[in-house]
């Protein structure tokens, strides 16, 4: 045997005596390497992505104890009860998110039709309505505004030009932002995309810095003087907010006639809306003032981004053009027996055929389809509400209590228009509300005799109005106060100091306006 067999058998004979030695002695040490106990696994469960279980279950229980626990008023049929108790769901779903607001709206108007409270044709017949294409229609705009730069360089204009000190400089984003309002259908958009990013510049050019003690040394007041002039660019124009064709769909639905939408609401509105927007940044001024009183650097440094910027290019001429001729066919539409509409689908054409936007632009604008999809189930629900004679119902008993109560419409119409306005403090969208509440209070303004056009109009000017009121009430509201520049207390003192202010302006200047125009 060679050498290298006899070390092989030496050492395994080793290794079996040192075994043996362990069985018999149990507390030696085997030889070899012990190996560490194994890991228990852990069970995880993979993350929930669907709905939140809370939201989504008090929603689902608003539903079902209004269905099957309130008693049903014998005015109303089952199938009209049902579709209520649906809503209220969906309006709880708004409010407390358990999905995001397309989603959720889905889901609800799936259960009308599998519960066959509505028809198919039924539930789907809002998504032909033609207030749906045109908010659609105006996020594609918006599109432009930002793609090109226009909306920039707009804004950038009015701080060059007024932009010298704090209150000047909080004109000129002012002013900019009512002058591109209308071809903006939302002030979130014209919020995130355009004025605060300008802001947040103006702000770190003068050390203003979010979330410390320079906060109010410039960026505090830009914020809320841009936030709360918002609110009446919003209500000068109709195509400046989304709810503002919601108000008067759903009005049109309860049998108000609005002769020429476009120019109506803009000649209503425009007296109360306009001294509205040139007070709120002088009383902002007075009850929140800026550390910073001189901008001397502001214009300075509008006029750098504009050189940056160069000429105005092909495509912001374009898009000025086609915006201008858009805005001049809705004007004249009643004469030209053109649907507003059918002006903006000319508009989109155009910006399309042009190359100003191309069509993956309208693709990617998730915004407008998400729009579409829950604006034409909230307005299908609301217009079935109506139909079937639920609307007309809580109308009825609103305005018998008001009348036992011996009041003149004015006085009931004040009460209605209160009780509207504050009640926003429970909603986080200005459109979630109208989709709730307008249809109800306007059909009560109605049936305690008020002026149809009147109550319509001055509930949808409310509607922008309350935007400001919490930094939940509206997007906007979201988008400003998470720039960080102003405390929560703040936001809510002058959230309700601002908007008392707007509902005397209002009061007093636009009721004698609209006594003039024959409102009333």
Known sequence: MSEEGINIHTSLFHTLQAVGDSMSNPSSELPTTTRPPPRRRRFSFPSWKGAKPIPLAISIIIGLVFRFAVPKPHQLTTKAWQLLAIFLATIAGLVL?????????FVCLTVTVVTKTLTFAAAFSAFTNEVIWLIVASFFFSRGFIKTGLGDRIALYFVSWLGKNTLGLSYGLVLSEAAISPAIPSTTARAGGIFLPIIKSLAVTAESHP?????????AYLVQSQIQTASSSSALFLTAAAQNLLCLKLAEGLGVKIPS?????????????????MVTPVVLYKIFPPEMKDTPDAPIMAKRRLEQMGKIKRDQWLMLIVMLLTVGLWIAGEALKLASVIAAMLGLSLLLALGVLDWNDCLSEKSAWDTLAWFGVLIGMATQLTTLGVVDWMSKGVAHFLGSLSLHWSGAFCILQAAYFFIHYLFASQTGHVAALYSAFLGMCLAS????LFAALVLGY???LFGALTHYSSGQAAVYYGAGYVELRDVFKLGIIIAIMNI???????????????LY
């Open 449 to 452: 005799k008020a002026p149809g």
């Open 211 to 219: 979330k410390d003690g320079s906060a109010k040394k410039l960026g």
């Open 504 to 518: 005397i302006i209002w009061a007093v200047v636009g009721v004698g306006w609209w006594k003039i125009l024959g």
């Open 97 to 105: 998110g358990p999905l995001p607001v397309g989603a959720w709206a």
């Open 261 to 277: 939408k476009w120019v109506t609401w803009l000649k209503v509105a425009c007296l109360p809306a306009v001294v509205s927007i």
């Open 462 to 464: 409310n509607t922008n």
